[in-house]
């Protein structure tokens, strides 16, 4: 009788290890919905050896960067320029230089000076847009999982660059001078109200950028990342 309770034991004993077993070998279920697998789970498709397309926002950025290096790089340019001509236009043995030929120097000059510091409130604009850009951008992808900024938006960065760029472009190609005669300073004055006019545009529909952008960011919403 006892050896029967034995067997009986070490039967039961042995099933229940040959369960378990299969078991463990047995394919785990998962929910076809991959969203149920954990609460708050964030799951990345990575595409190896891709590369994939350059966002409107670090495009944005990219393109900020390029053009405060290049403003960087033209008022050094200015200035030995202006480092080279101050040292032309010392007299040499008390015999002093071609009227005409100073002031032509004189007027490059001022033009340059002109120019550099009306590129400095260019300049000024450049990094904290591009890191307004780079902000509204993390709020879609980290603190909104995987989200991105909205369409409309995206294309508020591309505009806001132009309007930088447009704005260096027109103070480089319409900067007048300030030395010559009644008539050339009269002109010169005129146009440099003009050019500020049209900066003061153009800063305002920047201006009106940056709201567009700080309401995005605080309007946007999450995603389904798997719609």
Same mark, same amino acid.
């Given at each position: 009788?006892?050896? =029967?309770?034995?067997?009986?034991?070490?039967?039961?004993?042995?099933? #229940?290890?040959?369960?378990?077993?299969?078991? +463990?070998?047995?394919?785990?279920?998962?929910?076809?919905?991959?969203?149920?697998? &954990?609460?708050?789970?964030?799951?990345?498709?990575?595409?190896?050896? &891709?590369?994939?397309?350059?966002?409107?926002?670090?495009? +944005?950025?990219?393109?900020?960067?390029?053009? $405060?290096?290049?403003?960087?790089?033209?008022?050094?340019?200015?200035?030995? /320029?202006?480092? !080279?001509?101050? =040292?032309?236009?010392?007299?040499?043995? #008390?015999?002093?230089?071609?009227?005409?030929?100073?002031?032509? &120097?004189?007027?490059?000059?001022?033009?340059?000076? $002109?120019?550099?510091?009306?590129?400095?409130? @260019?300049? =000024?604009?450049?990094?904290?847009?591009?890191?307004?850009?780079?902000? +509204? !951008?993390?709020?879609? !992808?980290?603190?909104?999982? #995987?989200?991105?900024? /909205?369409?409309? @938006? /995206?294309?508020?960065?591309?505009?806001?660059?132009?309007?930088? $760029?447009? =704005?260096?472009?027109?103070?480089?190609?319409?900067?007048? #001078?300030?030395?010559?005669?009644?008539?050339?300073?009269?002109?010169?004055?005129?146009?440099?109200? +003009? @050019?500020?006019?049209?900066?003061?545009?153009?800063?305002?529909?920047?201006?009106?950028?940056?709201?567009?952008?700080?309401?995005?960011?605080?309007?946007? !919403? &999450?995603?389904?990342?798997?719609?």
């Amino acid at each position: 009788m006892s050896r =029967q309770i034995v067997f009986s034991f070490m039967v039961l004993v042995a099933l #229940g290890c040959l369960g378990s077993v299969a078991e +463990a070998r047995a394919d785990p279920k998962v929910d076809p919905n991959p969203i149920n697998l &954990k609460k708050n789970a964030v799951l990345y498709q990575l595409d190896f050896y &891709k590369a994939p397309p350059i966002s409107p926002a670090m495009q +944005a950025v990219c393109m900020l960067t390029v053009l $405060y290096y290049c403003i960087s790089f033209a008022k050094q340019m200015s200035e030995l /320029q202006q480092y !080279r001509y101050e =040292q032309e236009s010392q007299p040499l043995n #008390g015999i002093g230089g071609n009227d005409d030929h100073e002031h032509s &120097k004189n007027k490059l000059m001022s033009k340059i000076k $002109y120019t550099i510091e009306m590129l400095d409130g @260019v300049m =000024q604009e450049i990094p904290m847009l591009a890191i307004l850009i780079v902000f +509204a !951008r993390l709020r879609a !992808r980290v603190d909104l999982e #995987g989200s991105n900024p /909205q369409s409309w @938006v /995206q294309l508020v960065f591309i505009v806001a660059v132009s309007i930088v $760029y447009f =704005q260096a472009l027109v103070i480089t190609c319409c900067s007048p #001078g300030k030395e010559g005669n009644a008539s050339e300073k009269k002109e010169a004055n005129n146009l440099k109200k +003009a @050019v500020k006019g049209f900066k003061v545009f153009l800063s305002f529909c920047l201006m009106a950028c940056v709201v567009l952008i700080f309401i995005s960011i605080f309007t946007l !919403r &999450k995603e389904p990342i798997y719609d």
